[in-house]
């Protein structure tokens, strides 16, 4: 039987080391996983969804993605007919932007966020040994954050903003912890709720997901 190719897409400027203990049954899927390019000067993100679509080499793939990969995703499905499109801690339409994400587009203040601070992670975790909880938070966005070029932070946090997608497409499925501090839950509809799962889950709600996602994927 031939086996289902999975493309996997991280969150922002993450590397797909944040699916290391995603597992998929080998004998039905085949696991594939995309990663950020940087972005050619201030490009659309159709474009930039256009230029990630060549490396998805499978005809009618399951595209799953978190968090802005979520978006990337959905993006990536008005290119490319696909099987089935998950995203996890994500959003399906700008309408269920937290309402300080509808502030930062009226007022444009995307164009002011500090993103160089990203670039300088190891140097934040070292600052922070005092305080173990951000000590904690920062040593995971070291191990996982594979971009720290600023203008690529620059061009997703606008992307992201400036996401013009209103309506959703009611075919995408949607996994959500129902303790988002991201994309709180309140502000969206339809989506399959993880108890106690954060915008992080993909790192510690795995055995949920593990356990979970095969039946998501044939069933719904």
Known sequence: MQRIPVYFMPGLAASPTIFENIHLPEDTYECFYLEWLLPIGNEPL???AQRLAQNIKHENPVLIGVSF????VQELSRIIKARKVIIISSVRC???FPRRMRFAKMTQAYRFFPTGIMTRVD???KVAVGNNLISRRLNLYE???SVRDKKYLDWALKS????????PDETV????????EVFPPKYLKNYIPVKGG???MIINKYKWLNEHLPAIIINN
Request: aromatic share 12%.
């Open 160 to 167: 992201i903003i400036l996401w013009d997608r209103a309506v």
């Open 173 to 180: 499925i949607h996994i959500h912890g129902d303790a988002d």
């Open 198 to 200: 954060k915008h992080v």
């Open 143 to 145: 191990k996982f954050l």
């Open 123 to 125: 140097w934040l975790a």
């Open 69 to 72: 990969g979520g978006v990337i």
């Open 46 to 48: 159709a474009d930039y």
């Open 94 to 96: 700008n309408a269920e």
